[in-house]
């Protein structure tokens, strides 16, 4: 018996809230994505590398955004990351993504933040990856790591 | 090396253990919590000054063998009890942190 190509099935989807600020919070997010995936039975290097995906993006938007929230997707073929905020946008994505690059203020980099590296991280850990960003409006990123290609 | 066996060497003061059979690697400094989650591997025990809650979740993530809190920095009872709960191993050195990876080094490789 033959059936049409079904599209790729979704796994899992989660929505997580993401509150400004709420350091005390931040990281609970990702600890939470680091357990689905770990109880999906992912690999150690794919958890890994979500993890760290999801660690920058949720800091990236406790420290810098109004809040927004984060989407875990795991489809057969692929883990997607989907962060949204509600602002303040980023009037130059290619500056902000540059190793090195920061706005922290100094609170927030003696508490070892802000050293520049939280969107190459999240490139760096993806296979496909994403910013469109509006200043006023907001900024949304999509992280892709792809299951079964080997990652160098 | 065995994690229990590292912390024995080095005469580091336990504050959270989950999991004192894990093999350690290697050894990475650092405060700064992007450079960690690049650059440590998978079973290094991390040599830090700071000493908040992220710090738990960065060692989580990053599937570190444990934490090490230099020069006496003690973190708060919250973050110990976070670390507690979430099987990451927190130890405190009165030593500085150059002493301390230094001893790791030469412990790991003689």
Known sequence: MTSPQAPPALRLRRIYEVAPRDLDRAGTVSTEVRRELLALGMSPDVVRRASVVCFEGEMNMVLYSEGGRIILLVKEDRVELLFSDRGPGIADVDLASQPGYSTAPDWARELGFGAGLGITNMEQNSDLFKIRSRVGKGTVVRATILLGVPFF | ?110
């Open chain 2, 1 to 110: 090396m065995k994690l229990a066996r590292v912390v024995a060497e080095l005469g580091l003061e336990a504050l959270a253990t989950g999991d004192l059979t894990r093999e350690v690697g290697g050894g990475y400094c650092s405060d700064l919590l992007s450079d960690v989650l690049a650059h440590a591997r998978p079973g290094d025990l991390w040599i830090t000054h700071q000493r908040h809650l992220n710090v738990v979740a960065v060692a989580k993530l990053r599937d570190l063998a444990g934490v090490v809190f230099a020069r006496g920095n003690r973190p708060s009872p919250d973050v110990v009890a976070r670390a507690a709960a979430e099987g990451v191993n927190l130890f405190l050195s009165s030593e500085p942190a150059f002493e301390v990876a230094g001893r790791l080094h030469r412990l790991l490789h003689p």
